[in-house]
C-alpha cells in the first residue's frame, strides 16, 4: 500500500513539473526578447587616462549599470573580449558602421557601446556612442564629465539612464492632452506631468490618466495608448460651491446694473400732496388754514377780493 501511495506521489509530481516546464516555456516564448547591448573597451586617449585604465574601468562600470537597468541583455565582458579578437578588432574597440553591422550579424548583438576617456589632472572626461548594428546608425552621442574619482560612478549611471532611455524613446507614442477650460494639470498614474495643452510620448500601454484644476471637479479616466497619435479631451466641471459662487455674483451685478440705470424720481411727486378743501389748504399733510372771504359781508354787499397764494414745495 505504501509502494503504491509513493507510486502515485511520484507521477503526480512529475505531471505537474512537466505541466508547469511547459507553461514556463509558453510565457518564455510569448515575453519579448530584450535587445542585446555590447560594451566594448573604452579608448584611453592621453597618457594620465592610461596610466590609470581609465577606459576599461568605466567600461566596465557601465556594464554593471545597464544589467542593473533591465532594459537590455548584456554580453559579458569575457564574451566581448571573444567577438573582438575573432573579428580582429583591437584593444582601442573603435567600430564603423561596417563592423558594427557584422557584429550585430555574426553575434546576434542589436546594439554596440563605445567610447573615448580622457583625464586632466582630477578631470575626466568619457565620451560615448550608442550604435544599432542592423543600420550602423549612431543613436545617442553624449558626453560626461568627472572632477573627482568619486564622482565617476555617478557619471556612469548617468550615461547608463541615457543609453536606456534613447533606446526606449525609440518605442514611445505622442499623446497630445487637452481640456476645456485650459490650464489643467495632466497627472500620468500619479505623476504630474504638466499643464494643457500638452504634447506628452509613453511608451504603448494603458495608463490611469487624470486632469485637475482650481474651482472645477477632477476628471479622471483609463488611457491605452496604441501606435500612432493619441488624443484625449477633458472637459472639466465646476465643483457645486464656486458654481454658486459665480451665479451669486452674477445676481448682485445685475442688481447693481439696474440701479445705476433707473431714471430718478420727479420732484413734487406723490411725496408731497395738494389738496383745497373748501376754505383750507393742506400741503403735505399739514394744515394751514387760510380764511378766505365768502363774498359778501354782514350788510350785504359785495367785498370779494383776490387773494394770491403762493406755494413753495421743496
Do not use: C
Amino acid at each position: 500500500m505504501a509502494k503504491k501511495i509513493i507510486a502515485i506521489l511520484l507521477l503526480t509530481t512529475l505531471t505537474s513539473t512537466f505541466i508547469m516546464g511547459g507553461l514556463f516555456r509558453a510565457y518564455a516564448q510569448d515575453k519579448p526578447e530584450k535587445p542585446r547591448i555590447a560594451v566594448l573597451p573604452f579608448l584611453d586617449t592621453n597618457a594620465a587616462a592610461k596610466k590609470e585604465g581609465n577606459g576599461e574601468a568605466i567600461a566596465g562600470m557601465l556594464t554593471t549599470e545597464l544589467i542593473n537597468g533591465n532594459v537590455f541583455q548584456v554580453i559579458e565582458r569575457s564574451e566581448i573580449q571573444r567577438i573582438m579578437e575573432e573579428i580582429g578588432l583591437n584593444q582601442t574597440g573603435a567600430v564603423d558602421a561596417e563592423t558594427a553591422k557584422e557584429i550585430g550579424k555574426i553575434y546576434g548583438v542589436d546594439n554596440l557601446v563605445f567610447g573615448n576617456v580622457a583625464k586632466f589632472e582630477q578631470l575626466v572626461e568619457t565620451d560615448i556612442r550608442l550604435v544599432e548594428t542592423e543600420s550602423g546608425e549612431a543613436l545617442l552621442a553624449e558626453n560626461a564629465s568627472s572632477s573627482s574619482s568619486a564622482e565617476i560612478r555617478i557619471m556612469v549611471k548617468n550615461l547608463a539612464r541615457k543609453i536606456e532611455k534613447r533606446f526606449l524613446d525609440q518605442f514611445l507614442e505622442t499623446v497630445i492632452f487637452t481640456s476645456t477650460p485650459t490650464a489643467a494639470e495632466v497627472y500620468i498614474d500619479g505623476q504630474r506631468v504638466g499643464p494643457t495643452p500638452l504634447t506628452h510620448h509613453l511608451n504603448q500601454g494603458t495608463y490611469q490618466i487624470r486632469f485637475s484644476k482650481i474651482n472645477f471637479l477632477d476628471w479622471e479616466t483609463s488611457l491605452t495608448v496604441v501606435e500612432g497619435e493619441n488624443r484625449l479631451n477633458a472637459t472639466l466641471k465646476l465643483t457645486p460651491a464656486y458654481e454658486k459662487q459665480l451665479a451669486d455674483a452674477k445676481r448682485l451685478a445685475e442688481e447693481q446694473e439696474k440701479r445705476t440705470t433707473a431714471p430718478p424720481p420727479k420732484k413734487g411727486g406723490s411725496n408731497t400732496l395738494l389738496y383745497i378743501i373748501g376754505g383750507a389748504v393742506i400741503i403735505g399733510g399739514a394744515v394751514a388754514a387760510i380764511t378766505m372771504l365768502s363774498g359778501k359781508e354782514e350788510n350785504g354787499k359785495d367785498n370779494t377780493a383776490e387773494v394770491d397764494i403762493t406755494v413753495t414745495i421743496p
